[in-house]
């Protein structure tokens, strides 16, 4: 007898822990199979279901596994009942066993809700996928899916624990690819900061599979927040982005003052003003003309997740840049200054006017070194250097028309010597 009761209690324990559940939810179970097996043998017997049947009661020995009926206090188990109950009772007991497990599981997971876990990919029906978790069964719906994935049977991923739902076969442990936590919850695995309350994220804006705005904050002096997520060489954040499929996320550190947090949420822009409509919570921005299209982004996804990061509404507006005067190129110098905003229309004529002086002295000392190459004697290239001179101080004296008529006497006073030298040296040749 002291054997049964080992075998009984050792298989009770060992069926709980199989289960994951207490003993006592075994024997509840026993007890509810073993009064639907007594009704059940009543009517094979063909004998009258007690209209009190509801009343009955059964009682499970946890030694030595005897059950027994009572009617309030009678005891009216039919012999042989422990072989009728074994044979009717297995089904409902299995069935009153899994029900329970399944709500263990679910418990289990529910305290994971906002946690990252792994799983693979396990079936699909329809768009919806199945996730083998380990002890359950996570739902990929479509709308938790991200539309740049695909997803194969077998794929090993991490996966957001998003919440535990009634759906068509009861409770199911819904798991996400899209939910911004999940960028958060990844986070939070790399970086100790994070654990330990030196650094918080607090504020995610995301779009699935194409970009993630982040915005920390540090809670201990010393600390950068975004060094931190980005980690050594960027180590962390490259983590990350391994396990969301190469999605792009900027991270940014959080300011309680609006314009500044606007401001940063639009990078890699830069050189922004802000201005307020606290009423309307509007920011107007403007950025230069130059950094208006990384502002805005692609589509315009730079500014819409900045909007969601920041919770305004945003409009951005390129600066306005004064213009060169039409058909002047001018120098860079010229060009930097008119892009800074700087120059002015008399600015401008004065940088024409310099422009034009320093194109005619270029001209003058190209023809003076012209006509001292041609030069053969000493005579002529004094006459060549004395007219550059007289040139030059006809340009800076702004007299063009003077410039005009000195380089032309100077370059016919020296074709004019030429010809007499070799007129000269004909004649003494002919001697």
């Known amino acids: 007898m002291a054997q049964a009761r080992t075998e009984f209690a050792a298989a009770l324990n060992q069926i709980a822990s199989e289960k994951g559940v207490d003993t006592e939810v075994v024997l509840d179970a026993i007890r509810v199979a073993a009064l639907a097996a007594y009704k059940k043998d009543l009517m094979l017997r063909n004998e009258p279901i007690p209209e009190d049947f509801e009343e009955f009661t059964s009682e499970v020995d946890p030694a030595s596994g005897e059950i027994s009926i009572f009617q309030g206090s009678e005891n009216v188990t039919p012999p042989g009942f422990a072989r009728i109950a074994a044979s009717i009772a297995k089904q409902v007991i299995m069935q009153r066993l899994n029900e329970a497990e399944r709500g263990t599981i679910l418990a289990e997971y529910e305290s994971k809700v906002g946690t990252v876990i792994s799983g693979s990919i396990q079936r699909q029906e329809g768009n919806t996928f199945f996730v083998d978790l380990g002890r359950a069964e996570g739902v990929l719906p479509p709308s938790e899916q991200v539309h740049s994935e695909m997803y194969h049977q077998n794929q ?4 957001l624990v998003k919440e535990i739902r009634e759906g068509g076969r009861g409770s199911e442990v819904v798991v996400s690819r899209s939910d911004p936590n999940l960028v958060k919850a990844l986070f939070v695995l790399e970086v100790p900061e994070i654990q330990s309350g030196a650094v918080e994220i607090k504020v995610i804006a995301r779009e699935a599979g194409s970009r993630t705005k982040i915005a920390a904050i540090s809670t201990q002096e010393g600390v950068d927040p975004v060094g931190s997520l980005v980690g050594q060489k960027g180590v962390r954040v490259q983590a990350v982005i391994g396990e969301l499929s190469e999605e792009k996320i900027d991270i940014i550190s959080y300011s309680d003052d609006p314009a500044r947090f606007i401001a940063a949420a639009l990078s890699p822009a830069k050189d922004i003003q802000v201005r307020l409509n606290e009423k309307d919570k509007l920011a107007t921005v403007t950025v230069p003309q130059s950094q208006l299209s990384l502002a805005i982004g692609k589509g315009g996804q730079n500014v819409r997740l900045a ?46 006017e310099k422009v034009k002086k320093e194109q005619a002295k270029e001209a003058i000392e190209k023809e003076v070194v012209e006509a001292e190459e041609n030069a053969t004697t000493t005579k002529e290239k004094e006459a060549a250097e004395e007219a550059g001179e007289t040139l030059e101080k006809a340009v800076d004296e702004e007299k063009p028309e003077q410039e005009k008529q000195q380089l032309e006497e100077a370059v016919g006073e020296i074709e004019e010597q030429k010809a007499d030298d070799l007129k000269a040296d004909k004649e003494e040749n002919e001697k």
């Open 156 to 159: 090993r991923l991490k996966f």
């Open 307 to 352: 909007a969601k990061l920041t919770g305004w509404k945003i409009d951005i507006e390129g600066a306005e840049e004064p213009e060169l005067p039409e058909g002047h190129e001018g120098t860079g110098e010229q060009k930097e200054q008119v892009q800074a905003g700087t120059t002015t229309p008399a600015d401008d004529t004065k940088a024409t």
